[in-house]
């Protein structure tokens, strides 16, 4: 029996002696796997174990951790950091603890300096700073990473956070708060003295998050900040108290709303930061941002005014207010700002390519090209910048070379769904239509649920002169959508041509129950109503449509043709020259004027009118050799 009690009393010395100084890494992850390996290799020389708590991982990261040699343990997660983080405090087996994150690394320098912590053997718990590394300037505090630094990745800038990471293994030490999760309250409780550090714990997860208008992130970086906005906007009510004060906190939680579509709390968050900080340009931006994302670009305007009176040197700002400019329809004011970027970050490609869009729409083509071809050669592999070039490139008549460029976007890997419907448009103007149907159909198999796509697929099949196939994939739109007021207005154009006019009166109506004040759907239903002889009611459309603001050439040549139906012709001449003056390649609108002309006894503007259309459209030559033949036949009597 003494024998055993010594042999216990040896073994348990050996064991303490064994644990002095060691250290246990604990860690939790979910859906980690491109990141979590690096962060386990940076501490594997410093650790004695490395521990992982996953909670949920839907890839790779338990493999990955385990390859790195982490023990692994699987959890269900609860909305509750602190249960995670404690779960992995519960399996550490070491002295001491060392809390790592998955997108986090520590600098081989700063192994030393960690053991000499550990072995110094006070009762304490260590600061570290956490430098958190971004693209750009995206949140209060952040400074530009003045000096090389290998560590920093290539990143803009950082700021920094003093947060506990290490301290002594011992139950009483627990996380709490389920969001923003610490250990000062048990520290606290405990009694352990909290001592500062120059170690610097190395964050990455904002490196790809950013505060642009435009930029796109990485698939796998969107995928954990949706999570991480989700998780957030669970628990913000919760978590909200612990930090009710902290302007990081509530920038931070202003994006990730952001990121989640919650517009309204996403301003919250910022208009009370401005509260904290009335002087922080970051809060105005992601404020605006919020607004033009939820589609009130005169608030996003403001905010990012506001915000360029306190930074007009941020590139950020500048671009940011560029694209709420393009979304109120004012591209010149919006080139203005984005040269302004360019001039202070003239390697942005997502700023050039704005800048090229803005170009595109004001007619600056040249300029347009030299920026997106800049762009270009930045990130050669952005759809969006291909879509521009296009879109110059046909702009300035070189047809052939934006279908070249089309053609490259085929093979463009992680095409936005938005540049499809650019893509498919563009195909359509130049009158592409297999290339279109083409797109359009690459672009259904990889976003099936998007119904707009399945109207596109009906309005080229449509414009190929497939009507019945339109109407099938009309139908299929309205029947996930009843109200989709652009597929109802296209498929009553197909009726209206085929004579089914009572049909395609109903679909433009229950149309314009979609789009009450749309001008287009008043003039197609003012048409129909024509051609059924209820010309009182035609006519009320057609004059609403006018007064609503409608200037199209479709809208004068259609009331053109409603007053010739009443024997107007002096009033239907007026309109139809003015549908010419704003579609002057439209040989139809020629057509109404010269009967016009003729009806009125204008036989010599006839005759002209008729030799214009055949100059414009020389298919109508037999129908304009046959209307001159008849015009001649009274000029030469009367001569």
């Known amino acids: 029996m003494p024998r055993t009690s010594t042999a216990k009393v040896i073994a348990i010395k050996e064991l303490m002696e064994k644990r002095k100084g060691s250290i246990s890494v604990c860690m939790i992850a979910r859906d980690e796997e491109g990141c979590i390996g690096e962060a386990l290799r940076s501490v594997k020389d410093l650790a004695d174990e490395m521990i992982v708590v996953d909670t949920g991982s839907k890839d790779h990261t338990i493999l990955e951790a385990k390859q790195c040699g982490a023990k692994v343990h699987e959890m269900l997660w609860n909305n509750d950091f602190s249960e995670a983080r404690n779960v992995a405090l519960s399996k550490a087996t070491k002295e001491w603890i060392l809390v790592l994150d998955a997108d986090e690394a520590i600098a081989p320098a700063d192994h030393e300096k960690i053991r000499a912590l550990v072995l110094d053997g006070q009762n304490s718990a260590f600061l570290f700073e956490q430098r958190t590394y971004t693209n750009g300037s995206t949140g209060p505090c952040a400074e530009p990473v003045s000096c090389p630094d290998d560590m920093a990745r290539g990143s803009d800038a950082c700021f920094g956070d003093m947060q506990i990471r290490l301290f002594r293994n011992n139950s009483s030490l627990r996380y709490a708060c389920e969001i923003h999760e610490n250990v000062e309250e048990s520290l606290l409780m405990t009694g352990t003295p909290v001592r500062e550090s120059d170690i610097v714990i190395h964050h990455y997860g904002r490196i790809e998050e950013t505060t642009h208008a435009d930029r796109p992130a990485r698939a796998d970086q969107l995928a954990r900040v949706h999570r991480k906005a989700l998780i957030w906007g669970a628990l913000d009510r919760k978590g909200m108290p612990a930090y009710p004060a902290n302007p990081r906190y509530l920038y931070e939680m202003a994006v990730q709303f952001l990121a989640l579509g919650r517009v309204e709390d996403a301003v919250s968050h910022a208009r009370t930061g401005l509260e904290f900080e009335p002087k922080s340009w970051h809060f105005w931006n992601v404020a605006g941002l919020a607004h033009l994302r939820g589609g009130d670009s005169e608030k996003a305007l403001a905010c990012f005014r506001n915000g360029i009176y306190l930074a007009d040197d941020s590139p950020e700002l500048l671009n940011n207010m560029g694209a709420a400019l393009m979304e109120s329809k004012e591209p010149a004011e919006a080139l203005i700002h984005f040269e302004r970027a360019i001039g202070l970050e003239g390697n942005n490609p997502d700023i050039l390519r704005n800048a090229a869009s803005a170009c595109a729409l004001t007619g600056e083509l040249e300029n347009g090209l030299e920026y997106i071809n800049r762009s270009l050669a930045l990130d050669q592999f952005a759809a969006h910048s291909h879509a521009i070039h296009a879109d110059i490139l046909f702009r300035m008549d070189d047809f052939a070379g934006a279908a070249q460029v089309l053609e490259k976007m085929r093979f463009l890997p992680d095409t936005p769904f938005r540049i499809y419907l650019k893509v498919i448009q563009l195909y359509t103007r130049m009158q592409m239509m297999e290339e279109a149907e083409q797109v359009v159909g690459a672009a259904i198999d990889e976003f099936p649920d998007q119904e707009n796509l399945w109207y596109l697929a009906g309005k080229i099949s449509e414009l190929r002169g497939a009507n019945e196939r ?111 003056e704003l579609e002057s390649s439209n040989a139809t609108y020629y057509q109404n004027l010269g009967f016009a002309c003729e009806k009125m006894n204008l036989l010599t503007k006839a005759a002209e009118v008729y030799e214009k259309m055949t100059a414009i459209d020389p298919r109508t030559a037999p129908f304009a050799q046959e209307r001159l033949m008849r015009i001649g036949e009274p000029m030469a009597r009367e001569t």
């Open 470 to 580: 339109a109407i099938s994939l009309y139908r299929r739109v309205l029947a996930a959508n009843p109200c989709h007021a652009d597929a109802l207005n296209s498929l009553g154009c197909v009726y209206d041509r085929r004579g089914q006019l009572d049909d395609a009166l109903t679909a433009f109506r229950h149309a314009l129950r979609g789009k009450p004040h749309d001008t287009q759907l008043e003039v197609n239903i003012g048409i129909v109503l024509d051609k059924l002889g209820r010309l009182e009611e035609a006519g009320r459309h057609l004059a609403r449509a006018m007064e609503n603001g409608e200037r199209s050439g479709f809208a004068y040549n259609a009331l053109g043709c409603h007053l010739a139906r009443s024997d107007k012709f002096d009033e239907a001449l007026v309109y139809f020259t003015k549908a010419i």
